[in-house]
């Protein structure tokens, strides 16, 4: 999938938690009828593996709700205050430990083996893809061919 404008990184930050921005980002486009389709699908806390419904749990918010939130407008730092006001805070640890694992979701992990199967079907073999985070990326940038170790 080719770049889609308005969608940050899954490494980026808000506050002291990754995803949390590209959540929104997807939330925002999805509002404005930008969102690809295979995007749109994936959207929400239904899938309890997929990285939004993880999201959720953590911040201890619905989905809908958060959505709703940030459709309501706001930026990025109020919204997630709203969640972490909704949900409860999170202590400087806790957020590592969701950093630590959401960036490293995949590697060597109980999801290692959908990792590597999303991979082909995203067309991204033969590149080096360790996370859900690397495979991210690599569908959104044009690739000049197989990666060299």
Not at 17 to 28: A, E, N, P, S, T
Not at 48 to 72: G, H, I, K, T
Not at 97 to 118: P, V
């Amino acid at each position: 999938m080719p770049s889609i404008p308005g969608l940050r990184s899954p490494h980026a930050q808000v506050g002291r938690l990754v995803y949390f921005g590209r959540m929104l980002d997807k939330i925002r486009l999805h509002a404005a009828g930008n969102l690809p389709a295979e995007y749109a699908v994936n959207l929400g806390d239904g899938r309890p593996n997929l990285l939004d419904a993880r999201c959720c749990r953590f911040l201890r918010v619905s989905y809908d709700e958060l959505a709703q939130r940030a459709r309501a407008g706001g930026d990025d730092l109020e919204i997630l205050t709203w969640a972490l006001e909704r949900g409860g805070s999170r202590s400087d640890d806790d957020c590592l430990i969701w950093n630590s694992h959401m960036t490293r979701l995949g590697w060597r992990d109980e999801s290692s083996a959908r990792l590597q199967l999303r991979a082909r079907e995203y067309g991204c073999e033969g590149r080096r893809l360790e996370t859900f985070f690397d495979l991210l990326e690599a569908d959104e940038q044009p690739t000049p061919g197989p990666e060299k170790s």
